[in-house]
Structures are given as structure tokens and as C-alpha cells.
């Protein structure tokens, strides 16, 4: 029998990633309402407010833990830096997502949280592969999506946008366990 945790706790070597609550609304809401992190998402509207951080904070805490799993990625000095999320969508495999605040780009939050979760994904969810797609004009994301174990599967897909209103290039990729 798999037990499912619905509240899982990861630990990287700086990072915490775990349940926003709360607490974190004020700080998902000021990181999250930059455009220029909102036009790299399918799902995240700009602006973003201090009503769509609590909606989002209550959006995760109904999730089906045996389908999604969102976990507020928080580094041990700096707080609450972005959010990285695994769900199951219409692919085969689950799907990943995540986004950094802006003043923490360039040092490796992304990549540390994404291998976390990942590790996570295979011991704890029971994943054997896992499916992200990045926006054609974010390379930075798939070079992290990279790092972390990912390969492009060759396909482009159009994805709406919420922030900018419209279908943006998704380049496709898949890791496997």
C-alpha cells in the first residue's frame, strides 16, 4: 500500500520545500506580481495580488495529494523564493512547473528545488517520469530543466499564457527515473 503524505516536507542542501500557508501569502504575492515571471506561466495572472496568493494558498491546500503536489520553495536565510509544483494534466506523466522570484534568479534556487522534488517525486509519489514544457523564449527554464535530468522530446506545443493573454511556443520535455 503507498501512503500518501499531504503535507510533504523536502530538504535540499539550502532549500525547504513544503505547504505555503498562510504565513507566506505576503511574500507569494509580492514575488509573484512581476510580469516578467507571470508571461513565463501558463497559469499565474498579472497582476498578482494578495487575493490570488490566498486563493492559491487555499488551491493547494485541496489538492488531491495523490495527483498534485505544491510546495512553496523556501531557502534557509532568504524565506520564501518561489513555488514548484508537480500535477497530473493531460500527459501520460505528471507534469512540473515552478517559478523563482526575480531577486533570487542566477543562483540555483531553481535547479536545487527542481532535483528535490524530483527525488521526491520518485521515493515518495512513486513517479517514474515526469513531463515540463518551457516557454520558447525562456531558455534559462530549460537549461535548469536540463540540469536537473530532463531531455526535449522534440515536440512544440502551443500553451496559453494567462498573463499574456494568448498561446505562447512550449518546447516539451520529459525526465525519467
Not at 490566498?54 to 495529494?65: I, K, L
Not at 536565510?77 to 500527459?91: H, L, T
Not at 526575480?102 to 543562483?107: A, E, I, Q, S
Request: with cysteine.
Amino acid at each position: 500500500m503507498c501512503v500518501i503524505e499531504t503535507s510533504p516536507v523536502v530538504e535540499t542542501r539550502r532549500l525547504l520545500l513544503r505547504a505555503p500557508g498562510p504565513q507566506d501569502i505576503p511574500a507569494i504575492a509580492r514575488l509573484a506580481n512581476d510580469p516578467d515571471i507571470a508571461r513565463m506561466t501558463c497559469r499565474m495572472p498579472h497582476p498578482f495580488g494578495q487575493g490570488d496568493a490566498e486563493a492559491f494558498v487555499v488551491q493547494v491546500a485541496a489538492q488531491n495529494p495523490a495527483k498534485a503536489a505544491t510546495f512553496l520553495i523556501e531557502h534557509e536565510d532568504q524565506g520564501p523564493v518561489g513555488v514548484i509544483g508537480m500535477f497530473e494534466d493531460s500527459d501520460v506523466a505528471p507534469e512540473t512547473g515552478y517559478w523563482i522570484g526575480r531577486p533570487f534568479w542566477g543562483r540555483g534556487f531553481a535547479t536545487e528545488a527542481l532535483e528535490g522534488a524530483l527525488v521526491w517525486a520518485g521515493k515518495r509519489w512513486k513517479r517514474r517520469a515526469l513531463m515540463a514544457g518551457h516557454f520558447a523564449d525562456n531558455p534559462a527554464s530549460g537549461r535548469v530543466l536540463e540540469k536537473a535530468g530532463f531531455l526535449y522530446t522534440g515536440e512544440t506545443r502551443k500553451r496559453f499564457s494567462k498573463a499574456r493573454g494568448e498561446p505562447v511556443d512550449t518546447r516539451m520535455m520529459v525526465w525519467l527515473a
